[in-house]
């Protein structure tokens, strides 16, 4: 079963807020990456973090490896109608890239 | 750059038939390439871990005689659904890492999915 854990599940949002999501692992892993899928898409890379306290920025998105290597988080700024969408965290390992649940983005224009 | 191409998008098929799906990194060369399958409002579940040239790893409860994998070159990888059944529509997506060292040889990027219906 799946290892990663994220939350909120689901989020509703006005457009122009600040949007914060979490992923917690119960084991540590060296990469944490961060995905959005859009309907009937396949998930397209945000943020890859690969180094424990890391913390990347892309455009309006910010992602953060946790100091224990057992979490991270994003963090989306002045949200807007595309971010719509559901955001995965996934850890990747020699072997395996394994997904969480995932959290649903919807932003309220 | 960076770009999996996954084909096709959509395919409705009879219950009973075999279709095949194929992944290709299109601008690298990919030495594991990994399938998914995503049903409606959850997480992309993983099947298979192939490597180049060699057997593909399933996970535990995905039959490998009916899910068959084949990595037969760098850049291209196919999913066969053999004897499909209703319960196997699904959204299939795979994904590809790039080969070659450091950092970047762990980010996995993904085709835009397959739509199965099987009818």
């Known amino acids: 079963g799946q290892q990663l854990n994220q939350s909120p599940q689901s989020m509703f949002i006005q457009e122009g807020e600040d949007v914060s999501m979490n992923c917690t692992s119960s084991s540590i892993f060296n990469t944490w990456l961060w995905y959005k899928q859009d309907p009937g898409e396949g998930p397209v890379l945000l943020i890859a973090l690969y180094k424990a306290g890391e913390l990347t920025s892309n455009g309006r998105l910010t992602a953060q490896f946790g100091i224990t290597r057992k979490d991270s988080f994003l963090n989306i700024s002045a949200s807007i109608p595309s971010d719509v969408g559901i955001y995965f965290c996934?850890?990747?390992?020699?072997?395996?890239?394994?997904f969480g649940p995932g959290t649903s983005l919807s932003v309220i224009p | 750059g960076a770009v999996v191409s996954q084909h096709p998008s959509w395919v409705i098929c009879k219950s009973g038939t075999s279709v095949k799906i194929e992944c290709r990194s299109l601008d690298f060369q990919a030495t594991t390439m990994f399938w998914y399958r995503q049903f409606p409002k959850q997480s992309l579940m993983l099947m298979a871990t192939s490597n180049e040239g060699s057997k593909a790893t399933y996970e535990q409860g995905v039959e490998k005689d009916k899910f068959l994998i084949n990595h037969a070159s760098l850049t291209l990888s196919t999913l066969t659904v053999t004897s499909a059944h209703p319960e196997d529509s699904s959204f299939y997506i795979c994904?590809?890492?790039?080969?070659?060292?450091?950092?970047?040889?762990?980010?996995?990027?993904f085709g835009q999915g397959t739509r199965l219906t099987v009818v």
């Open positions: 996934a850890r990747s390992s020699y072997d395996k890239v394994i």
């Open positions: 994904s590809a890492r790039q080969r070659g060292g450091g950092a970047m040889n762990t980010e996995a990027f």
